[in-house]
C-alpha cells in the first residue's frame, strides 16, 4: 500500500482539516493508495501579500520536509499557490506534486486557452504575476473573481447557494474571452466542481483531486521529479527550520 501526504497550508484543527479531506471523495482512486493529510505548525493566516508569501513557502517546506523519513511515498501540496515545492523537491526524493502549475499545463491538454478562477480582488494580482512568471500568459484567456472573500476553514459550506451563481458568472466572464478550460484558482473551491462542471459549457479543473491522481499515476510509472532543478542542500539544517516554526507556534497571533 502506497502513502501519500498532503500537507494543508494553514494550521488548523481536525474539523478543518477534514474539510480538506473531503476532496478524496472528488476522484476515483485506486484501492493501492492512502492519503493523510496534515496541517502545518504554524503559517500565514491569509495568502494574499509577499509577506504571507514567505511565511507559507517555510511552513509547508516544515510540515513536509520529513515525509521520505516519515514513511511516505509522496507529497501533495494543497494550495493552488505550489508554496514550498521547490524546497521540498530539493530534499525528497519521492514525489512532490503541486496543483498551480499542474491544473494550468493540464488544460492545455484540453483546449487552446484556460481561464482561472478567483476569489476576490486582492487574489487576482497574486494569480496574475503567478501565471506570468510561469511564461504561461500567453494561453491564459481571463483571470476573473466571484468577489467573495476565502474561508480557509468551512470553504462553501453553508454558502451555497449565494457563492455557486457568482462562481458561475464568474466563469462565463472567462468564457466569453476566450477561456477553454476553466481552473478553480484554489483547492478551497473544490465543493464547487460537479456544480460548475454540470452548468458550464467547458470543463472545469477541480486542483487538488488532480494532484491525488497525478501522485498515483507517477508512483504506478516509478519516476519522481529530477534532480537536476532540484539540487539536494549541502548543508542542511532540519532542527533549524523545525525550531523556527515551533517558536511561531509558540507566538501565533502576537
Not at 506570468?132 to 447557494?161: H, T, V, W
Request: charge should be negative; include cysteine.
Amino acid at each position: 500500500m502506497a502513502k501519500a501526504l498532503v500537507l494543508v497550508p494553514f494550521a488548523m484543527d481536525e474539523e478543518g482539516v477534514n474539510n480538506r479531506r473531503l476532496q478524496l471523495t472528488a476522484v476515483k482512486l485506486g484501492p493501492d493508495i492512502e492519503f493523510d493529510f496534515r496541517p502545518v505548525t504554524a503559517g500565514p493566516e491569509l495568502y494574499m501579500s509577499p509577506h504571507d508569501f514567505v511565511l507559507m513557502d517555510l511552513a509547508i517546506f516544515e510540515a513536509g520536509m520529513s515525509a521520505q523519513d516519515d514513511g511516505y511515498d509522496a507529497v501533495c501540496i494543497d494550495t493552488m499557490s505550489d508554496s514550498g515545492i521547490d524546497a521540498l523537491r530539493s530534499v525528497l526524493d519521492i514525489p512532490v506534486v503541486s496543483p498551480g502549475k499542474l491544473s494550468m499545463t493540464f488544460a492545455m491538454n484540453l483546449g487552446a486557452k484556460f481561464g482561472m478562477l478567483a476569489q476576490w480582488e486582492p487574489a487576482l494580482i497574486r494569480t496574475q504575476k503567478f501565471v506570468k512568471s510561469l511564461g504561461l500568459e500567453s494561453f491564459c484567456a481571463a483571470i476573473e473573481s466571484y468577489d467573495s472573500p476565502p474561508d480557509y476553514r468551512n470553504l462553501l459550506s453553508g454558502k451555497e447557494d449565494k457563492t455557486l451563481p457568482k462562481m458561475k458568472a464568474a466563469c462565463e466572464r472567462a468564457i466569453a474571452k476566450g477561456a477553454d478550460v476553466i481552473c478553480l484558482g484554489s483547492t478551497t473551491m473544490y465543493q464547487a466542481a460537479e456544480y460548475l462542471n454540470r452548468e458550464l459549457p467547458v470543463p472545469v479543473i477541480n486542483p487538488g483531486p488532480l494532484t491525488y491522481k497525478t501522485v498515483e499515476t507517477l508512483l504506478a510509472m516509478g519516476i519522481s521529479h529530477s534532480r537536476r532543478p532540484y539540487p539536494k542542500p549541502l548543508k542542511p539544517h532540519p532542527q533549524m527550520i523545525h525550531a523556527m516554526l515551533k517558536a511561531g507556534a509558540a507566538n501565533a497571533g502576537k
